[in-house]
């Protein structure tokens, strides 16, 4: 069985500002990761995922993320906030053969300051 | 290409009542996935149909129930609804049904049960 785990339900961080929004993960299998973004509203968008190969996987609207097998973690980073970043992040795990398709986090809102 | 399509974007009804809301995948996708989303509970897995089969279930009563027709297009039913079902349904679509590939989700059904 697959959990994903997301510290926290809120962070707030200044325009400009490093954006970084931690993931946990609990896997038996090699997992696959993902970070989807959802704005209010509306569904969800897929940011970035790592299935295999580079551990440091590039996104849209600037967002990275790096796997880290020895420390079970997906972190989601971005240099400098955009006032266009609010919003709620959600980590995601699935791994082949396992039962549920996409197990999600309990989600971060994200709120950018000016 | 036309995005995943949900219909229809609001509803409410009472309990007790069914429900059925529906989902158009993107053309060429054949795997669709149903998730409930809550405040208390998150993003939570329903079932997945690829080729007009569920291929996995989450830990839902079986009041939820659902289908996947010969186009891809799919349904899900909810019987004898309560309190607690109000929620967003969501649906994403994907390629095929491999653990990496990527989910594309629609803008969800907001269900208010009174």
């Known amino acids: 069985a697959q959990s994903v785990t997301q510290l926290g339900s809120h962070v707030s961080v200044s325009e400009g500002a490093l954006v970084l929004l931690r993931c946990n993960y609990s896997s038996s299998v090699p997992p696959y990761l993902f970070w989807y973004v959802q704005y209010p509203n509306q569904g969800l968008q897929l940011l970035l995922k790592?299935?295999?190969?580079?551990?440091l996987v590039k996104g849209i609207n600037g967002f990275e993320a790096e796997f880290k097998k020895s420390e079970t973690s997906f972190h989601l980073t971005k240099p400098s906030a955009h006032m266009s970043d609010a919003a709620e992040y959600f980590c995601a795990v699935s791994a082949q053969g396992g039962s549920e398709k996409l197990v999600f986090g309990k989600g971060m809102k994200l709120t950018v300051n000016p | 290409k036309a995005g995943v399509t949900q219909t229809p974007r609001y509803l409410i009804k009472t309990r007790g009542q069914q429900v059925t809301l529906s989902c158009s995948p993107i053309?060429?996708?054949?795997?669709v996935s149903w998730y409930q989303q809550t405040p208390g509970q998150g993003l939570q897995f329903l079932f997945e149909y690829f080729s007009e089969t569920q291929r996995n279930k989450g830990n839902f009563p079986g009041r939820f129930s659902g289908r996947q027709f010969s186009n891809s297009r799919s349904e899900m039913n909810v019987s004898t609804l309560e309190l607690g079902d109000s929620a967003l349904y969501l649906c994403?679509?994907?390629?095929?049904?491999?653990?990496?590939?990527?989910?594309?989700f629609g803008p969800g059904t907001r269900l208010l049960v009174l």
């Open positions: 790592y299935t295999t190969g580079a551990t």
């Open positions: 994403a679509s994907s390629l095929g049904s491999r653990a990496a590939e990527t989910q594309y």
């Open positions: 053309s060429g996708h054949r795997s």
